[in-house]
């Protein structure tokens, strides 16, 4: 004989809530919003460019790749999966040579905005280099990636 015994309407509630509790709580979490609150991205300027350096954690790499208004996007990456890369020095020059912006321990994401002309963008981290020419016309945004193989 099969025995059926019916529960209390308050613990039955009880029961399914403390397993929805357990399931939600044992979910990876998935798309977690962005805290832009808890980010501060300051602009600063140099020679009269105005740039955003920064990237550290999810929250203020979102934060940057949503920043509009940056005609020049610098990225440092290392590794086989492209992993963010800080404290890398950077020096923006225009093409006679004249300096525009240079950076010490910066990134690993760098955005400026430069005036249109002709730049030579060299990064630098623990003796190695990385020489870059770009032209900025003005109309879209330049990225430059600089991958550091091993490190560097």
Request: negative net charge; hydrophobic residues 40%.
């Amino acid at each position: 004989m099969i025995s059926v015994r019916f529960c209390r309407p308050t613990a039955l509630a009880a029961v399914l809530l403390a397993v929805t509790v357990a399931r939600v709580l044992a979910a990876p979490v998935v798309n977690e919003p962005i805290n832009m609150d808890a980010v501060q991205l300051a602009p600063q300027q140099q020679n009269g460019v105005e740039y955003l350096t920064g990237g550290i954690g999810q929250d203020e790499s979102q934060a940057l790749i949503q920043t509009r208004g940056y005609n020049l996007h610098i990225v440092s990456s290392t590794g086989p999966k492209d992993e963010y890369l800080p404290d890398v020095n950077v020096t923006i020059t225009r093409a006679g040579g004249e300096p525009v912006l240079s950076l010490i321990q910066a990134g690993p994401m760098i955005y400026v905005k430069l005036p249109a002309g002709k730049y030579q963008i060299v990064s630098s981290r623990e003796g190695h280099e990385d020489r870059q020419s770009i032209v900025v016309d003005g109309k879209k945004t330049q990225t430059v990636n600089v991958h550091w193989n091993d490190g560097y």
